[in-house]
């Protein structure tokens, strides 16, 4: 199983980015989906989760901000980042709770993308 990131960048503070996470290999079924952020220094954080039937949850510092959705059909995870600012620079990961085939049943995977990064300018 592999989670593929993409839609990071360069953009002014106030600016918008939305990022996409897709999930690809021999998936059963995705429970929990998320986007953690790195930035330099410091530890990785949560920034938000989305249950497989649309339950959300925000770090604080985002909340009002960011917006978190999935589209099962695909495995795909997005996060639409809105008024963004300085400190929201950081390298964005995904992550996903996989049931992947195995033999004749499945195995849990706590699967993680390779990260993008989010640079936002003063």
């Known amino acids: 199983v592999q989670l593929q990131a993409s839609g990071g960048g360069l953009v002014q503070a106030g600016g918008s980015l939305r990022l996409s996470c897709a999930a690809s290999g021999s998936i059963f079924r995705i429970n929990n989906m998320g986007w953690y952020r790195q930035a330099p220094g410091k530890q990785r954080d949560v920034v938000a989760t989305?249950?497989?039937?649309?339950?959300?949850n925000y770090a604080d510092s985002v909340k009002g901000r960011f917006t978190i959705s999935r589209d099962n059909a695909k495995n795909t995870v997005y996060l639409q980042m809105n008024s963004l600012k300085p400190e929201d620079t950081a390298v964005y990961y995904c992550?996903?709770?996989?049931?992947?085939?195995?033999?004749?049943?499945?195995?849990?995977?706590?699967?993680w993308g390779q990260g993008t990064l989010v640079t936002v300018s003063s």
């Open positions: 992550n996903a709770d996989v049931r992947s085939f195995s033999g004749s049943g499945y195995t849990p995977l706590d699967a």
């Open positions: 989305i249950t497989r039937t649309g339950n959300t």
